[in-house]
Nanobody
Framework: VQLQASGGGLVQAGGSLRLSCAAS????????MGWFRQAPGKEREFVAA????????RYVDSVNGRFTISREDTKNMVYLQMNSLKPEDTAVYYC?????????????????WGQGTQVTVSS
């Protein structure tokens, strides 16, 4: 599976962005999906995940209520709607696939990764 994340950019605090993750090579319906982020000098951090059928989602506490993960398997796409952005959300955001439907927090449980898209939130 090849993943391509897009939609990042520079936005002021309080603004919104919608990240997209496009897949090719295999249908995404076989996978649970996750979004992670990595800020400079920090470890890669779990942001959100969605189950194979889309019925279950999970978020890190810091984004709960502000971010929404969704999927559109007919288009082989996964999205991350980010609202009320804060400067601490600044990072490179990555999408990833997981065979297990456990919505794990751990990057090691995800198999395929996109190249990342930069999100910068100014104060």
């Amino acid at each position: 599976v090849q993943l391509q994340a897009s939609g990042g950019g520079l936005v002021q605090a309080g603004g919104s962005l919608r990240l997209s993750c496009a897949a090719s090579g295999r249908t995404l319906s076989s996978y649970a999906m996750g979004w992670f982020r990595q800020a400079p000098g920090k470890e890669r951090e779990f942001v959100a995940a969605i189950s194979r059928r889309g019925g279950t989602t999970r978020y890190v506490d810091s984004v709960n209520g502000r971010f929404t993960i969704s999927r559109e398997d007919t288009k082989n796409m996964v999205y991350l709607q980010m609202n009320s952005l804060k400067p601490e959300d600044t990072a490179v955001y990555y999408c990833a696939t997981a065979w297990r439907d456990t919505l794990s927090l751990f990057p090691g449980e995800y198999s395929y990764w996109g190249q990342g898209t930069q999100v910068t939130v100014s104060s």
